[in-house]
């Protein structure tokens, strides 16, 4: 039988040992894996800790420290490593695809598909209020970066007016995010099929901006009533 301090002694040199496995970017990324692991698992960033994210890693907590300045900090390379996962989601999604629309659809149905397919990780970098990157880390993230060339796309398409792709970006970006947020949120609702409904709103929203820049102006409801009614009048025969 093994002496208790012999075993304290050689239980601490195995966490030791086990700890050297990984150094550097490598241990850097376990310790990601881990925390998004724990979330998943609880739901909660409040819930993960980092003696928790140690031990599921097999390092002891001032390991952490030596990549991460604290929990938020850790908190924050989680979201970007799942926003990371969302834009190899998206660039599957439209692998094959050149038409700007239709990339843009198929961008926006693989962020909701995403989204629905990992929700705790989407409540955790996009929902709840724990700590995240700021705004010119989220925008220089490669999902949004695709996104916003494919809009840049359709403008030099003549689908979209010139100009600067980003608030069209923001506007497709809230139409996928909503309709994500509240199948995520209000999963007892009757939606139906998820990707149908996916894409009729994500439909309604581009196809709005592109009719709208048809349009032009200053396009109130009544303009586009006026505008619509008039698509729909036979046009005249010339003359004879």
């Not at 739901?43 to 907590?61: E, L, N, P, Q, Y």
């Not at 695809?97 to 970098?125: C, K, N, Q, S, W």
């Not at 894409?199 to 102006?217: E, F, K, Q, S």
Request: aromatic fraction near 6%.
């Amino acid at each position: 039988m093994i002496p208790p301090s012999a075993a304290s002694s050689r239980e601490r040199g195995m966490k030791r040992r086990r700890a050297s496995r990984g150094s550097g970017e490598d241990l850097r990324a376990e310790i990601v894996a881990a925390a998004k692991e724990l979330l998943a698992k609880s739901g909660s960033a409040d819930a993960m800790s980092i003696r928790a994210v140690a031990d599921a890693v097999g390092v002891t907590s001032p390991s952490i420290y030596l990549h991460f300045a604290d929990k938020d900090d850790l908190l924050s390379a989680v979201v970007v490593d799942v926003f990371t996962e969302l834009d190899a989601a998206m660039l599957s999604a439209a692998e094959g695809l050149t038409a700007p629309m239709e990339r843009m659809r198929a961008f926006g149905l693989a962020y909701v598909r995403f989204a629905v397919d990992h929700p705790e990780h989407y409540r955790i970098a996009a929902l709840d209020s724990c700590p995240r990157p700021n705004v010119d880390e989220v925008l220089a993230t490669s999902a949004f970066e695709h996104f916003n060339a494919t809009v840049k796309q359709c403008m030099d398409a003549g689908i979209f007016a010139p100009g600067d792709p980003l608030p069209i970006t923001l506007e497709l970006w809230a139409a996928a995010h909503g309709i994500a947020a509240l199948m995520i949120t209000k999963p007892f609702l009757p939606w139906g099929d998820v990707e149908q409904v996916a894409d009729r709103v994500l439909r309604a929203a581009a196809l709005g901006r592109a009719t709208a820049d048809l349009i032009g102006g200053d396009v109130t409801p009544a303009r586009v009533t006026e505008w619509l009614a008039a698509q729909k009048t036979p046009a005249r025969s010339p003359k004879q």
